[in-house]
């Protein structure tokens, strides 16, 4: 009841300051019909409060968003369908969607009076300008009476999360080196004294399906043989973010990070649209939910389906990565299964206490690949000649990688073909002259 009587709209509060100035003044003047005129007022405000308190409105709400990943700085419709499945009609609602500053104001909507029924779709668009994962709603409703003399406020919990990728910038196909890996039982071997039909049969295992066993091959050895399904080779790549909070400058999307960010999604989606099983890490460690990307077979297109996948997995883990606070890099990595291939670096500045693990990685992988942020052009202030910190490309190439420096206005798909085609020594001579 304290609810309702919260709710009186002006209309509401007139209608009941009005019926009690009559009441009054038909008491002082002794005039009956006055004061029964006045009662009526007061008591339809109070009765709307109590029905509308008592009242249970039923509206259901379903929010769709299309696309539910998108690009920074690409827009995307957020469709919400609006249903009242209770028998008690409503009077104009209005609505307001929580949304986070970073996607733009909150939508309001007025709808009309509505009845059993009733269904109605709405939309909006929403868009961001930098990265990460936001919640949309929940929704707040407003519900007046038909007689618009009470408003009660009402919200809905549900809310639906909607991810911000970095921006993805195309690379020009350059080549890569490395090692090429395959998984399963797919690895061609050869028999000693034994037929070309051995080498495409093994013994069957519980969950094969019998429509790959090899009558022939069963008869003759007296025990269920199965065919072997040739599974592609896969090229492995890793692609390590290196996200300490002092090797960067800058504050915000203006920051060195948030650059080294985009290039390092441009380079795992151009990895994947390659074929390339990648996998992305950043210093302190594999970064969860996307500590393996497989890609489909190798020189698959970007359309496959598959790859579609893999590339968002990515670039749903960089939607989200922060800076931390280590001064060093967790290198344990290295050592993991399945490492190898083609490592491709994204740094900020670097010392001589990253030599070390900069070797080990050279040592485990096929390929080393770096690009090496000149991150004082990034820095908000202005810095004293000492204060610069020097370009890491000379101890990279020291230790056998391939590196190029990227500076601020740089063109990424420059630096990328470059680093794919020039080599360790044009990589030390771009980097001493720059």
Known sequence: MREALSGLTVRGRAFLAAGITAIVCGVLLDQSTLSRIGMLLVALPLVTAVVAAWGRYRLALVRHIEPHLTEAGQPAKVELTIAN??????????????????????????????????????????????????????????????????????????????????RVIALPPTPLTGNATSSGDSRPRAFLGGSAE??????????????????????????????????????RATVFLDNRRSVHRGQGASSSFEHAVVVAASVAVHLVEAGYSVRLVTSGGSTPGAASAGGGELNAGWHDREGQADAAALLEALAVVETVQHHRIDASWIGEAGQGGVTVAVLGSLDEED???????????????????????????????????????????????????????????????????RGTASGAAAGAAR
């Open 355 to 421: 030599a070390g693990v900069l070797r080990r990685v050279r040592h485990r992988t096929g390929a080393a690949l770096a690009f090496s942020l000149a991150v004082d052009g990034w820095s908000a202030v202005h810095l004293a000649p000492e204060q610069r910190r020097p370009s890491g490309v000379p101890l990279l190439i020291q230790h056998g990688w391939k590196a190029v420096e990227l500076g601020v206005g740089d063109s990424v798909a420059a630096r990328w073909r470059e680093l794919g085609t």
């Open 198 to 235: 051995d080498v495409t049969v093994r013994e069957y295992r519980r969950g094969d399906e019998l429509r790959r066993v090899h009558w022939r091959s069963s008869a003759r050895l007296g025990e269920l043989m199965v065919r072997r399904e040739e599974q592609p080779w896969q090229a």
């Open 85 to 166: 499945e209770g028998r008690i009609p409503t009077g104009t609602l209005l609505l307001e969607e929580t949304v986070p500053y970073a996607l733009g104001g909150r939508p309001r909507f007025v709808v009309d009076r509505i009845g059993f029924g009733w269904r109605h779709k709405l939309g909006y668009q929403i868009r961001s300008e930098i990265r990460g994962r936001f919640d949309i709603g929940p929704m707040r409703v407003t519900v007046a009476d038909p007689f618009g003399l009470v408003e009660l406020n009402r919200a809905f919990q549900s809310t639906v999360p909607f991810t911000v990728t970095p």
